[in-house]
């Protein structure tokens, strides 16, 4: 069974810098996309950062600069790294891969990690 583990939130003060990470285990054959949503109390999930297998990033207009999405291939670890961060950065932060098992490609989801921003 595909699991995704998130780690690294956390409470930070406006400006400072915290770095995510997810983890695909299990069995499957290879992890065509990684992005990272976040949900803030009250607001609909909307994506924060987006890498396919090609390493062509795409950020939400409120990140861009701040935000650093990657992937590390052999590990099958994405990474989010937060820098300059606001309070309006609070939220739950869920990592999501679309993930190939030989026959057909599925989407899965972490369990959410927070993320506090505040002084």
């Known amino acids: 069974q595909v699991q995704l583990v998130e780690s690294g939130g956390g409470l930070v003060q406006p400006g400072g810098s915290l770095r995510l990470s997810c983890a695909a285990s299990?069995?499957?054959?290879?992890?065509?996309?990684m992005a990272w949503y976040r949900q803030a109390p009250g607001k609909q999930r909307e994506l924060v950062a987006h890498i396919p297998s090609n390493g062509q990033t795409n950020y939400a207009d409120s990140v861009k600069g701040r935000f650093t999405i990657s992937r590390d291939y052999a590990k099958n670890t994405g990474h989010l790294q937060m820098n300059n961060l606001r309070p309006e950065d609070t939220a739950v932060y869920y990592c999501?891969?679309?993930?190939?098992?030989?026959?057909?490609?599925?989407?899965?989801w972490g369990q959410g990690t927070q993320v506090t921003v505040s002084s």
């Open positions: 999501w891969a679309e993930i190939s098992n030989w026959t057909i490609a599925t989407e899965y």
């Open positions: 299990g069995s499957f054959f290879s992890i065509y996309a």
